[in-house]
């Protein structure tokens, strides 16, 4: 299995309604973090839907390195952070 894009390095807060449906993005790919927008299609990975049992805050992985999807687990953490661009430190 291929592993997923990692789309931050770092968790999205997101509000919840009780009783709506939500697909949160597993691939990486979505422009819609941490929400699926489709752009799975053609490689083998599936939008994780569910229901929302009630109406709350939650921070969604957006790593995808988590092993409680769509929650943030801290996998962000664990990640090697990117080198800044000469550029950047200038």
């Given at each position: 299995m291929s592993l997923?894009?990692?789309?931050?390095n770092s968790p999205q807060e997101v509000s919840l309604v009780a009783g709506e449906k939500y697909a949160y993005c597993t691939c990486g790919l979505s422009e819609k973090q941490p929400f699926c927008d489709g752009k799975?299609?053609?490689t083998e990975f599936k939008p994780l839907v569910f229901t929302a049992e009630e109406t709350k805050s939650a921070w969604f992985c957006r790593c995808k390195q988590t092993?409680?999807?769509p929650n943030c687990d801290g996998?962000?953490?664990k990640l090697s952070q990117p080198t800044p661009s000469a550029a950047a430190i200038e």
């Amino acid at each position: 299995m291929s592993l997923p894009k990692v789309a931050a390095n770092s968790p999205q807060e997101v509000s919840l309604v009780a009783g709506e449906k939500y697909a949160y993005c597993t691939c990486g790919l979505s422009e819609k973090q941490p929400f699926c927008d489709g752009k799975h299609k053609g490689t083998e990975f599936k939008p994780l839907v569910f229901t929302a049992e009630e109406t709350k805050s939650a921070w969604f992985c957006r790593c995808k390195q988590t092993c409680n999807a769509p929650n943030c687990d801290g996998s962000h953490n664990k990640l090697s952070q990117p080198t800044p661009s000469a550029a950047a430190i200038e």
